[in-house]
């Protein structure tokens, strides 16, 4: 079970880690910050939640593990990309986990 949800986190993790690492002028930084990490989380989080349901602690565990990246790439004033981030991956997680179960009433 842990190894499976493993790639989940991994995916959150290379999201938050590696893409800041593209950014090379203030316009590309807010690309990343609003449009492209946001999309990834979202779509991580619609299969996360199609194959393990709504558990809430995925959101709760993305918006966390942005934290770090804030004083290694950013400056506090994204802090609140935390809180975003962690709704976004709700979202996510309720759209899949609506679909999977709709999915699953139809066999």
């Known amino acids: 079970m842990y190894k499976k949800k493993a790639i989940y986190y991994l995916i959150t993790i ?25 999309l990834i989380i979202l779509g991580n989080s619609i299969f996360y ?28 004033s994204v802090m609140l990309y935390s809180i975003i981030y962690g709704i976004v991956s709700l979202i996510g997680i309720g759209i899949g986990s609506y679909f999977f179960k709709k999915n699953r009433e139809n066999l």
């Open 14 to 38: 290379l999201n938050f880690y590696l893409l800041p690492n593209l950014i090379v002028d203030t316009g590309s930084g807010m690309s990343m910050l609003l449009i492209i990490m946001p």
């Open 49 to 76: 939640g199609a194959v393990f349901g709504f558990k809430i602690i995925f959101a709760i565990i993305t918006a966390v593990l942005f934290i770090p990246s804030i004083f290694i790439y950013y400056n506090s």
